[in-house]
């Protein structure tokens, strides 16, 4: 997550080797703001856990709404399923 976080705050880097050694287009290296990458990581990571909270949400919601009109053992391999 950490070049991901390096990526979105230095659009001009194309290559990253280890934590902070980056590179430009030209071969130059690019100064990284580590501080700022933590934070960045720290974003990235809670917008990942909002989203996979996000999508269990909406499959819970979907099983419940199903389990409506389904029978319990299928409403079981439903939730296998997904």
């Keep these: 997550m950490i070049h991901k976080a390096i990526y979105n705050l230095h659009p001009s880097v194309v290559s ?3 934590y902070n050694d980056a ?5 130059d290296s690019v100064v990284i703001d580590m501080v ?4 960045e ?9 909002a989203d996979a909270e996000a ?8 099983i419940t709404k199903l389990a409506a009109t389904l029978t319990p053992e299928e409403t ?3 939730e296998e399923l997904l």
Excluded: F, P, W, Y
């Design 36 to 39: 700022a990458v933590n934070q």
């Design 76 to 78: 079981a391999l439903l």
């Design 55 to 62: 999508k269990e949400a909406l499959r819970q919601s979907m």
């Design 16 to 18: 990253i080797n280890g």
């Design 23 to 27: 590179k430009d287009a030209n071969g």
């Design 41 to 49: 990581v720290e974003r990235l990571e809670a917008e990942a856990q």
